[in-house]
């Protein structure tokens, strides 16, 4: 059974590693960058995602086999990022659509509407994550009475 907690959690840990990552491709890194996300390879893209989700899900196992075996509330952490999953899903799959949507309606030049929505989305998703960190850890430590 702990093996099993060992890779849900180690799975969790990774997706949510991989949004940072997402976030900082379509965000952070055109300013740094000379080519742009947008026009590279969806494919490439998508299997530099793929193996870099495979290393830090084995990563994140290894740290999980740690602190399984040096803390004594483990299942509350698994618990935490297991109940984390599901709605990190839907905030980083819902937050691009609402940036779009919003910087539709306000800007018409492509170029920055497109640079726009790419700023909006990830503080939306910022803060939507916040929240739903905030509710989860509600769930899994109950506030005291």
Same mark, same amino acid.
């Given at each position: 059974m702990i093996i099993l907690k060992i890779i849900a959690c180690a799975f969790s840990m990774s997706?949510?590693?991989?949004?940072? /990552? /997402?976030?900082?491709?379509?965000? &952070?890194?055109?300013?740094?960058y000379t080519s742009s996300v947008w026009d590279d390879?969806?494919?490439?893209w998508l299997?530099?995602?793929?193996?870099?989700?495979?290393?830090?899900w084995i990563f994140s196992c290894g740290i999980c086999a740690i602190l399984a075996a040096k803390?004594?509330?483990?299942?509350?952490?698994?618990?935490f990022f297991?109940?984390?999953?599901?709605?990190?899903?839907?905030?980083?799959?819902? /937050?691009?659509?609402?940036?779009?949507? &919003?910087?539709?309606? &306000?800007? /018409?030049?492509l170029h920055l509407a497109r640079f726009y929505s790419s700023l909006l989305s990830a503080? &939306?998703?910022?803060?939507?994550?916040?929240?739903?960190?905030a509710e989860v850890?509600?769930?899994i430590y109950p506030p005291k009475s």
């Amino acid at each position: 059974m702990i093996i099993l907690k060992i890779i849900a959690c180690a799975f969790s840990m990774s997706f949510y590693l991989m949004c940072v /990552s /997402s976030l900082a491709d379509f965000v &952070i890194e055109p300013f740094f960058y000379t080519s742009s996300v947008w026009d590279d390879d969806p494919l490439d893209w998508l299997q530099k995602k793929f193996a870099y989700f495979l290393f830090l899900w084995i990563f994140s196992c290894g740290i999980c086999a740690i602190l399984a075996a040096k803390l004594k509330d483990f299942g509350k952490l698994t618990d935490f990022f297991v109940n984390l999953f599901l709605p990190t899903a839907a905030v980083w799959m819902l /937050s691009p659509f609402l940036g779009m949507m &919003i910087v539709a309606l &306000i800007v /018409s030049d492509l170029h920055l509407a497109r640079f726009y929505s790419s700023l909006l989305s990830a503080l &939306i998703f910022i803060v939507l994550f916040m929240i739903v960190v905030a509710e989860v850890l509600k769930q899994i430590y109950p506030p005291k009475s």
